[in-house]
């Protein structure tokens, strides 16, 4: 039977320590763990599979030769095809898939010159705001809002900027008022 190369994963659960989700395209989600008996018989029934980890994702494929059936993987990053060899079924063993992983991820970040690179995001801070005596200013998601003690007002960018610039152009007298 030829199944759907992409049906078929091995899925790390986020948020968890050590659990990983496996689907088939015969039945789901499997109840079998990785690196069980059951597992082996799995793999053994495939062309191929993807593995989505901790550290990185890959499709692994099969490939048949006179002297046996070899496993490796590809990952296809930024027009570049990636490959590594993975070896024989039973040496399809979770750590040595989270490695591969990582390790063609780590190959395909380093074919990237410096100006391709992914900018990795920054965490979300929680916006306080700033409060100045009555009023208090909070900036999210591009809009500017300022709060007096009886209204409201919304900021569009540019009005952000446009008050941002008069502010910048004022500092020097209001620096020197403060000192006073």
Known sequence: MVRSRLNDVVEYLRGTENHYLIFTSAGGAQAFLPD?????TWLE???SFHFK????HFTARCERKRQGAYWYAYLKAHKRQH???LGMTEKLLLAS??????LLHEEALGTLSAIELPIPRQE????QGLTVGPLTLRW????LTVKTPTE?????????AELLSYLHELRGSLLKRSDR
């Open 36 to 40: 069980s008996p059951e597992w082996f």
């Open 45 to 47: 029934t495939l062309t």
């Open 53 to 56: 980890g901790k550290c990185g």
């Open 83 to 85: 490959k590594q060899y």
């Open 97 to 102: 898939l989270e490695e591969t992983a990582r």
């Open 124 to 127: 979300k801070l929680a916006v």
């Open 140 to 143: 999210e998601s591009g809009v």
């Open 152 to 160: 409201r007002h919304v900021l569009t960018r540019s009005e952000g």
